[in-house]
């Protein structure tokens, strides 16, 4: 008799039948009750209808859409750092987060824009908290896209150096993805043809990567190395036309990304079935500080580590762009925002279990990023043991850094633009060039990424992203406490987004702060902690280290800054939204309804 | 030419979860870059019109001569434009 109580199967089947009660259950109480949505409602897909930005699309498409444009490298790797306060904590926040405020926020932002005449949310912080609010959130934005650019680009170095066959197979997809923009486009070829050409040089790229090994000759120089040539990468995704670039390998790439995500999925399943059986290996925890001693205390930690999954401000900001102006009726925003994050939520747990089935000797020190790749392994060499561990490690690896890498190609020409709406006028204007810009979205994020540890800048990351979440679920109350609508359903989760993460940054500031005064007074191991090598316990470089920590306690404490003022902004104007609420309202014409 | 006065086939179960499953596919692969290609075709078209019936802008491109000549061409697009242009567009807009 297989016991399932140790195999992963059983929170599998658990977290699928809770988010099934969050969608069914308290989303469409939500939806019918706080919202009000209705089907006869012109949206603007409808209303502004141009067949360019704005045009209704089926629901199952647009999901398709969403869930592609959240699904990325943060639910895969957020567990990692996660599961160091035990599994089960983790999955108690993949489940809790996402079940009451995850969801909640993609959907209330696409309702949203919806209700704003598709506006996105700088028109929307315009309104709601005036010219200043709306610069505020332009700054935040500014620091957050290169916060992610430095942990993406540090993540990509790492995964080329731990699996030698990647870099081949990540040039073939590129080289693949050119070749099929070419043929797409100037050859006018078929898609379908295209697509069967893409997908065999797919498998080449892979088999080629298994066939030739690179390894940098440069020892610890080497993240550095690989680094820049992932910022060259990005440097031409940004600049170049998207048809000829970034469009093709994004389509090429998009099917050993999904195809890794489902055999996950249905090796989680399998563990109790498979022979032997994967068990959990492990602790369940809960721990209330790391045991490792490095990162500190399950809350807030824990809760920005884990940020795409449970609740990411990221995704406020897709449901909000262009998902918004496509949606065809307003109850279709349900399965779309709310369907496809709960949907992320299972992408989520698929990465956890691919990291409760290792032991925890992978987890000292979290170095070891490479550790889901090793879970994936596991959990799909029983079905698929007709491929060799070599092979799977590359496609799995390989998965790893195409989610990166075509995120991070997407952030890189986002933070380009928003330079471009930031400096494009005045005193500083060359950084609104499309070259200078984009020299500085990497550059900076690449100096971080060569010299910080990667833990050190996810929790930034993480903390910058769930603050951004916070902010988003803010000016959704704000808007319901405008028409009148219930108001504590997203005020608490707010609130908890924005002390938690406000809590989370002043903690990492504080960490780093500490490190230089510990430093000051003889004890480096704490700068050394927060660095990498080679700067990390080289004495040459030990000035450099206790720059790098200085550098990462100004960046933390303008993030909390930024992050602070703009919740202060928000707070007042839900404050003097809920006074007005309050006073006796003058008669609309609709007799005073709440709005429908 | 008739028009059929049919009622549209009512899809099955099996037909509509088909229908499903292509759209969630082509969704997931191909929707985002559609919609960036109509994008980039809106910036040129733009520009075309900039180009062609800017002097009426008081930005003389090209000779009016030219410009009359092709403003039957260019009228069926005037009202899209106006829209398109007029938009307000902020860089929150500009995420995808």
Redesign the interface.
């Known amino acids: 008799m297989v016991d399932i109580l140790s195999t992963p199967f059983l929170w599998v089947v658990v977290t699928i039948g809770l988010y099934g009660v969050a969608y069914w259950g308290y989303g469409k109480w939500i939806d019918r009750n706080v919202w009000r949505s209705d089907a006869k409602k012109a949206t603007p897909a409808h209303m502004?209808m141009?067949?360019?930005?704005y045009f209704p699309?089926?629901?199952?498409?647009?999901?398709?859409?969403?869930?592609?444009?959240v699904a990325a490298l943060g639910p895969i790797l957020g567990p990692f750092i996660g599961i160091t306060f035990g599994w089960l904590p983790a999955l108690l926040w993949i489940i809790g987060g996402n079940f009451f405020i995850g969801w909640l926020q993609d959907y209330g932002a696409m309702m949203l824009s919806v209700r704003k005449e598709g506006?996105?949310?700088?028109?929307i912080t315009y309104e709601f908290t005036g010219a200043k609010g709306r610069t505020n959130?332009?700054a935040f934005?500014l620091f957050y896209l290169i916060i992610i650019s430095a942990t993406f680009i540090a993540l990509i170095a790492s995964f080329w150096n731990s699996f030698k066959g990647t870099f081949v197979a990540t040039v073939g997809i590129l080289f693949a993805g050119l070749l099929c923009g070419q043929l797409l486009y100037r050859v006018k070829m078929n898609v379908f043809a295209v697509t069967g050409i893409g997908l065999a040089l797919v498998v080449l790229s892979i088999y080629l990567g298994v066939l030739i090994p690179v390894t940098l000759p440069f020892g610890v120089w080497n993240i550095p190395i690989w680094a820049f040539i992932a910022a060259i990468i990005l440097y031409g995704a940004a600049v170049l036309?998207?048809?000829t670039f970034v469009?093709p390998t994004?389509?090429l790439a998009?099917?050993p990304a999904?195809a890794a995500i489902i055999l996950i999925i249905i090796g989680a399943l399998a563990t109790p079935f498979v022979t032997p059986p994967i068990s959990v290996q492990m602790p369940a925890g809960p721990f209330l500080f790391d045991p490792q001693g490095i990162l500190g205390p399950i809350w807030p930690i824990l809760f920005v580590a884990i940020a795409c999954g449970a609740i990411s401000g990221w995704h406020s900001?897709?449901s909000?762009?262009?998902s918004s102006k496509?949606l065809d009726i307003e109850t279709d925003a349900l399965p779309v925002g709310g369907g496809a994050m709960l949907s992320e939520g299972l992408l989520a747990l698929a990465s956890l279990i691919a990291y409760m089935v290792l032991a925890p000797s992978f987890f000292v020190g979290r170095t070891n990023v490479a550790a889901w790749v090793q879970g994936a392994v596991v959990l799909t060499t029983p079905f698929l043991g007709g491929l060799t561990t070599p092979v799977l490690t590359t496609f799995f690896g390989l998965v790893l850094i195409i989610y990166a890498l075509t995120v991070q190609a997407?952030v890189t020409r986002?933070f380009r633009?928003?330079a471009a709406?930031?400096w494009s006028e005045g005193r500083f204007h060359v950084f609104g060039n499309k070259h200078i810009s984009t020299v500085v979205g990497l550059g900076i994020p690449w100096a971080f990424a060569v010299t910080g540890s990667w833990w050190a800048l996810w929790l930034y990351f993480g903390g910058a992203n769930q603050l951004l979440a916070g902010l988003a679920i803010m000016l959704i109350t704000i808007h319901l406490a405008r028409v009148r609508a219930p108001t504590r359903y997203s005020l608490i989760p707010g609130i908890f987004m924005i002390v938690t993460t406000l809590a989370a940054l002043v903690w990492q500031t504080g960490t780093f702060l500490y490190s230089v005064y510990a430093y000051l007074n003889n004890d480096a191991s704490w700068i050394n902690r927060n660095v990498r090598p080679p700067i990390q316990n080289n004495k040459d470089y030990i000035l450099v280290a206790v720059g790098i920590n200085a550098v990462f306690v100004v960046v933390g404490a303008v993030l909390f800054a930024v992050g602070l003022s703009m919740a202060v902004r928000l707070f007042r104007s839900y404050r003097s939204s809920m006074a007005e609420r309050r006073a006796r309202a003058p008669a609309a014409a609709d007799g005073g309804e709440r709005e429908r | 030419m008739t028009e059929s006065n049919d009622a549209p086939k009512r899809k099955g179960r099996g037909g509509k979860m088909k229908?499903?499953?292509?759209?969630?596919?082509?969704?997931?692969?191909?929707?985002?870059?559609v919609?960036?290609?109509?994008?980039?075709?809106?910036y040129l078209e733009h520009l075309f019109m900039f180009i062609t019936l800017g002097d009426m802008l008081g930005v003389p491109v090209i000779p009016p001569y030219y410009s009359l000549r092709i403003l039957p061409y260019a009228v069926p697009n005037i009202k899209?434009w106006k829209?398109?242009v007029f938009?307000?567009r902020?860089?929150?807009?500009?995420?995808?």
């Not at chain 1, 141009?50 to 930005?53: L, N, P």
């Not at chain 2, 902020?90 to 995808?96: A, I, L, R, W």
């Open positions: 502004y141009d067949g360019v930005e699309v089926s629901r199952y498409v647009l999901w398709g859409y969403q869930f592609k444009s506006r996105s949310f700088g028109p959130l332009l934005v036309p998207t048809p469009q994004n389509y998009f099917y999904y900001l897709v909000s762009s262009s496509q997407l986002f633009l928003v709406e930031t | 229908d499903a499953a292509k759209g969630v596919f082509y969704g997931m692969a191909a929707h985002g870059h919609t960036a290609a109509l994008r980039t075709r809106m899209s829209q398109r938009r307000e902020d860089f929150t807009d500009q995420v995808f």
